[in-house]
């Protein structure tokens, strides 16, 4: 028998239970605005799943189906950015170079932030104490869009009076081809791409570029409209278009004018919005009347019947829907091309039609107090100005830059000259700093790797270049390691150089306060608190918006057909040394160097880069279906496999995507053939004006 003391405070005492272990599955879904440098601005459905040591992961992504524009589905390039996002290689803490940056595989040390910060700090301070703040060259663009994470954090290089970069790579041209005409970038509300009954997709690869277009396109379809494609090669959108116009490249400026021939002959103009809403018309009749069916075709490589045709479904389909992309300003000639493109509709009066008219961007719909974005207030004029296309020359040591500091950009890849661009880098006398989510090529050129938060980790406010809606993401995910937010590696830095301009420090929700304190009526009641709660807000654009039906942002009020685009061929001619014209525009399933380091991506593009070429132009280089070829151009040379394709045409070569050097052959990137050219206006790149020959590997 069991003796039991009687005294209860002798009994053993019987541990608590410890609590359950949290279900392993447990998840949940939240709603935030895709960063990306692409035009849909996504509303994402992503599912995050509590792991067993009480950590998240993001593990799914979609389109959140409640979302008028991004109904339920996102690109096939970023439903894997959880994997991106969770990549064995991802940079978690800050990295120190301790070898010299000529060696070809870097070695790492891991070293705290405050040793990392403080260094880089005074390495700064002392090259401002001897060589001035203008030393020091910010190298950035759109990796994320977010208005505090892409484009406030710039304050603090304003402040300092760094040399100021001017953001050229992309979408400069254009915009400055449409200021001329129309002013602000004001656009048709994609929602109403269902009223056009004609759709002419001219120099965009929309079914990659900016998908989400494609369900608006398709309902325009099913109520019978006609679905065009100008582009010199047949891409995604082309073999989905009824019709494709395959353009010699880099004459676009020719056919738009060719067109606008024909509608003045014809009298398709609509001669009383012609009146009301825009000047200069008799300039452009002129200019056009010399652009014959005939002499359009010989320099359009497009047939008389062909230019004729299209002018005819221009000139007598209202409402026609042109939604032009930037393929066609990436050349010498190319704003130009741009904006002769544009002014269709003001000819036709389809700015006056719901559905008609021509989209660019829906970037000035966004009539945010911009005015301390970035600290603009504080930017210095004697600050020296650096165009971002002409990295490779601003990294000759001649020009005097000790510091670089890289940021929501990959440069060894994505700028033109990238060899020269990443000899530069490896300068041992150049201070350079990559903050980054990935250990990208040029992380791997830096001094120091920093690691940078993504999307899901911090908040941000984000606008977009293809719709109406307003993003706020609030953060979801606590940072992996040791990973920070581009704001906080900021205004730390500032902290130590002492920085005292207030804007440098602000906050999403002092940004968010900033930005929308105006009175437009676009941004009527939307305030911090509703955007916040609500995630997503769509603009007081009134519905069925006429951005241009009455006239235009410009000084006069009118749409400015005068100086009336001329056209000028492309200065680097086709020769018997250089035959070829070599394209370069985006991959199905990456986002310019983004995602370029995902093995499931990199095999849905083929597994390697491809030039295309037409059977003709392989016979004449030498070169057969599945080798190895050299491209050479003025700036350098790359090795690629060729694929013979009629989707190309005589004359032009098309590498599609900025892989990863490290997933080519020869370990380059395709933009070692590509120049610094700048555009015609607004100092754009020039990507597709290469010239290259191609000959056996
Ligand atoms: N999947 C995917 N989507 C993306 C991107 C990506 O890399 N991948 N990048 C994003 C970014 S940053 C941007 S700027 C946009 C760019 O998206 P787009 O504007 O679609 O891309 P572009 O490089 O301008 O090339 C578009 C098309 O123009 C054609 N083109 C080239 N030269 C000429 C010409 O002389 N005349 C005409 N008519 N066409 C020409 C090219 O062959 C190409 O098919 O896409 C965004 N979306
Ligand atoms: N040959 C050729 N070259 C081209 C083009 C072409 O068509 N042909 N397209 C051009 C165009 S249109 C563009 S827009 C440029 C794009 O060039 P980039 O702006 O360099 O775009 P990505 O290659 O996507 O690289 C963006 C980088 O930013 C990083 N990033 C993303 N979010 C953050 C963040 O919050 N913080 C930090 N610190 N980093 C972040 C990403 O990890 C990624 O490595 O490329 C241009 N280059
Ligand atoms: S990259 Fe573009 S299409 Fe893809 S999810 Fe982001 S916004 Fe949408
Ligand atoms: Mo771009």
Not at 189 to 202: F, K, N, T
Not at 350 to 369: A, E, P
Not at 604 to 619: H, K, N, S, T, Y
């Amino acid at each position: 028998m069991i003796e039991w003391p009687r005294d209860a405070e002798l009994w053993p005492t019987v541990p608590a239970p410890p609590p359950y272990p949290p279900p392993m599955t447990a998840t949940r879904d939240v709603l935030l605005t895709c960063p990306l440098d692409c035009p849909d601005a996504c509303r994402l459905k992503i599912t995050i799943e509590r792991q067993p040591d009480g950590s998240e992961k993001a593990v799914k992504l979609t389109g959140d189906p409640a979302h008028p524009y991004t109904r339920g589905f996102a690109c096939a390039k970023t439903v894997h950015y959880p994997a991106r996002q969770n990549h064995p290689e991802r940079p978690l803490y800050p990295l120190r170079r301790v070898n010299p940056k000529t060696d070809p595989e870097p070695q790492w040390e891991r070293v705290t932030w405050d040793e990392a910060l403080d260094d880089i700090a005074g390495r700064l301070r002392q090259l401002i104490a001897e060589r001035g703040p203008q030393s020091i060259l910010p190298y950035h663009y759109a990796g994320n869009m977010g208005l505090l994470e892409g484009s406030h954090v710039h304050a603090l290089w304003r402040a300092l009076g760094a040399a100021e970069l001017e953001e050229t790579i992309c979408a400069s041209a254009g915009t400055a081809a449409w200021e001329v005409g129309y002013g602000t970038r004001l656009a048709v509300d994609p929602l109403d791409v269902p009223h056009a009954r004609l759709i002419v997709l001219w120099g965009i690869n929309s079914l990659s570029t900016h998908s989400h277009l494609t369900p608006q396109i398709t309902a325009a379809r099913k109520n019978g409209a006609r679905v065009v494609c100008v582009d010199p090669y047949r891409n995604r959108t082309a073999a989905f278009a009824d019709e494709h116009l395959k353009i010699r490249p880099g004459t676009d400026a020719a056919l738009a004018l060719g067109v606008m021939r024909e509608l003045f002959v014809n009298g398709w103009t609509d001669a009383e919005y012609l009146a009301q809403a825009t000047e200069g018309v008799d300039d452009l009749r002129a200019a056009a009347e010399e652009w014959s069916p005939q002499r359009t075709a010989e320099v359009t490589g497009l047939t008389a019947d062909e230019v004729r045709d299209f002018a005819r479904l221009i000139g007598t389909t209202r409402p026609t829907y042109i939604r032009v992309g930037y393929g066609m300003t990436r050349y010498e000639n190319g704003a130009t091309a741009l904006r002769a493109v544009t002014l269709l509709p003001a000819l036709t009066g389809d700015w006056r039609y719901r559905g008609g008219g021509c989209v660019m961007s829906t970037s000035g719909t966004f009539k945010l107090n911009r005015r301390r974005l970035g600290a603009a207030h504080v930017t210095r004029p004697e600050a020296p100005r650096v165009n971002m296309n002409e990295l490779a020359n601003a990294l000759d040591p001649a020009v005097g830059f000790g510091a670089l500091f890289v940021y929501n950009c990959n440069p060894a890849v994505v700028s033109p000259d990238s060899g020269r661009v990443r000899a530069g880098m490896r300068r041992d006398d150049l201070l350079v700093v990559v903050l980054e989510q990935a250990m990208t090529e040029s992380a791997r050129l830096a001094d120091y790797v920093l690691p940078a938060t993504t999307f899901m980790e911090s908040p941000d406010l984000y606008t977009s270049y293809g719709h109406f809606w307003l993003g706020y993401n609030p953060a979801e995910l606590t940072p992996p390691g040791e990973c920070r937010p581009n704001s906080w590696v900021f205004a730390e830095l500032a902290r130590r150089l002492g920085v005292e301009e207030p804007s440098v420090y602000w906050t999403a929700d002092d940004l968010m306060a900033e930005l929308l304190d105006t009175d437009h009526p676009f941004l009527d009641g939307l305030t911090p608190e509703r955007l916040k709660a609500e995630g997503t807000v769509r603009l007081n654009v009134p519905d069925g918006f006429l951005p241009y039906a009455y006239g235009a942002e410009t000084p006069s009020g009118k749409v400015q057909l005068a100086p009336a685009p001329r056209f000028v061929p492309v200065q680097a001619e086709l020769n018997a040394d250089f035959p070829l014209r070599l394209l370069t525009p985006p991959a199905h399933h990456f986002l310019n160097s983004t995602y370029g380091n995902l093995g499931n991506l990199n095999r849905a593009e083929g597994g390697e880069p491809q030039v295309l070429l037409c059977p003709a132009d392989a016979a004449a280089s030498g070169v057969q279906d599945g080798e190895y070829a050299r491209l050479t151009s003025e700036q350098g040379e790359v090795r690629r496999r060729v694929k013979v394709t009629d989707a190309a045409q005589p004359g032009v070569a098309v590498v599609e995507g900025t892989w990863w050097g490290l997933t080519a052959p020869d370990g380059r990137s395709i933009n070692e053939l590509t120049a610094q050219t700048l555009t015609d206006l607004g100092g754009g790149s020039t990507f597709h004006n290469t010239r290259i020959r191609v000959s056996p590997a």
